[in-house]
């Protein structure tokens, strides 16, 4: 006799059930009644985020294509200070500062500006525009330079503690123009009169640098201020090292 086995039953789908609307229709039909109440709306809102989009292109495109004249301009301009011509320097690093205050370029046509008015003896000049430059880019990797040239500006207008204030802002700073400013400091001290300071920084300058090539200068200064000069230090002795079993 063959076992009986249970049949699964099944779910008999009643005409009710048959009736009731899918559920992604529902969610289309519920989206397509919303799109026809608010259709004004979203058309507005639509047209409001293109010209959102295309307002923002057409900024950053304007301001990529300054970007790019200010450079050419900036170029055009340090060709000129290089080749010599100052004063076509000079009003095209004027203009360029004034046009473009908020870009590098423009900020930095304020430091080659005073160049240009160095060139042309115009130290107070100068002085106006590395102040100007010097309040915008005080972390600038120009700064010790800018304030060389401050000094240098002070110095020629016959400002002799300014000048040994910005030299002395400048000996802080590591690079090129250290050297020159430290021994900026002890010629405006020199200058004001103030002979044992300017001595107590020359014999600094030759302790912490005693091959520099500005030490024959140096020492002249401070024989000027009747200070001999001292024994220079012998030269560093190199051993050569020769390999095992050379002659």
Known sequence: ???????????????KELKQPDEFQSIFETAGLFFELHLTE??????VLVVTVAIALGIFYYEARRGHEAAARFDAAMGELEGGKYDVAEKALLSLAADEPHRAVGRLANLYLATAY????????ARDALLRYLAKDDTSLFRDAALDDLAVAYEELGDYKQAED????????EGPEQARAQLGVARMLQKQGKSAEAVSVYKDFLAQNPYAAERPSVEEALA????????????????VVKPAGSP
Not at 1 to 15: D, E
Not at 166 to 173: G, H, I, N, P, S
Not at 224 to 239: D, M, N, R, W, Y
């Open 42 to 47: 979203v058309l507005l809102g639509a047209a």
């Open 166 to 173: 910005a030299y002395r802002q400048a000996a802080k700073l």
């Open 224 to 239: 000027q201020l009747g200070v001999g000069p001292e024994a220079a230090p012998s030269p560093p002795i190199v051993h």
């Open 1 to 15: 006799m063959r076992p009986r086995t249970q049949l699964a039953t099944r779910h008999k789908i009643s005409r």
């Open 118 to 125: 160095l060139a042309q003896k115009q130290p107070a000049q």
